[in-house]
């Protein structure tokens, strides 16, 4: 069964860093691509960043550029989310997402989430 | 950019609800894909590759769509199917996009 575990999250206030994880358990992590994907209180989803299967290839949204910075450790079988600079809108609940894989595009597995509220 | 509508969808069990998603331009349907979230709860895909039902999905759920115009369609509304739907598109270079949600409540 495919389990994905965020962790990470909490209070930081504005200007701060945080680093999300993502534990993953129950397929082979290095051959999916995986993502982050955001949703602030009350709001629709936002992807925020992705990360191809090896690590060498990532993306990140226009609002995350420059402050946001995903990576992997296959051997951990771990997805993280290093947020610099963090702003008030970015305070949200985030979620790790495993690709379908192949040539097949949507996250057919999700983590629970984990929340990052950014306040003084 | 992924436009979706009705914003909300006021309906009573037994009933057949139509969710539209319309593009920006036009994409390749490989890469639609449908989503729903109940509150409280992350996003469950529903429907990839426009009309690919995920694994277990129930078939009253289909998808369609070609182009710019895209389909989310539940023939006939179980009570657990009130929630909030999203479509998701993915662009270039790793690049993805969510429509702003469909919230199916009962009427």
């Known amino acids: 069964e495919v389990q994905l575990l965020e962790s990470g999250g909490g209070l930081v206030q504005p200007g701060g860093s945080l680093r999300l994880s993502c534990a993953a358990s129950?397929?082979?992590?290095?051959?999916?691509?995986m993502a982050w994907v955001r949703q602030a209180p009350g709001k629709g989803l936002e992807w925020v960043s992705g990360i191809s299967g090896s690590g060498s290839n990532t993306y990140r949204g226009d609002s995350v550029k420059g402050r946001f910075t995903v990576s992997r450790d296959n051997s951990k079988n771990t997805l993280y989310l290093q947020m610099n600079s963090l702003r008030v809108e970015d305070a949200a609940v985030y979620y790790c997402?495993?690709?379908?894989?192949?040539?097949?595009?949507?996250?057919?597995?999700w983590g629970q989430g984990t929340l990052v509220t950014v306040s003084s | 950019v992924l436009t979706q509508s009705p914003g909300t969808l006021c309906l009573s069990p037994g009933e057949r609800a139509t969710l539209s998603c319309r593009a920006s331009?036009?994409?390749?349907?490989?890469?639609l894909a449908w989503y729903q979230q109940k509150p409280g709860q992350a996003p469950r895909l529903l429907i990839y590759g426009a009309s690919s039902r995920a694994t277990g999905l129930p078939d009253r759920f289909s998808g369609s769509g070609s182009g710019t115009d895209f389909t989310l369609t539940i023939s006939r509304l179980e009570p657990e199917d009130f929630a909030v739907y999203y479509c998701?598109?993915?662009?270039?270079?790793?690049?993805?996009?969510f429509g702003q949600g469909t919230k199916v409540e009962i009427k």
């Open positions: 998701h598109q993915y662009g270039s270079a790793l690049t993805w996009t």
């Open positions: 129950g397929f082979t992590f290095s051959n999916y691509l």
């Open positions: 997402a495993k690709s379908l894989g192949g040539d097949l595009y949507g996250f057919d597995s």
């Open positions: 331009q036009s994409i390749n349907s490989r890469f």
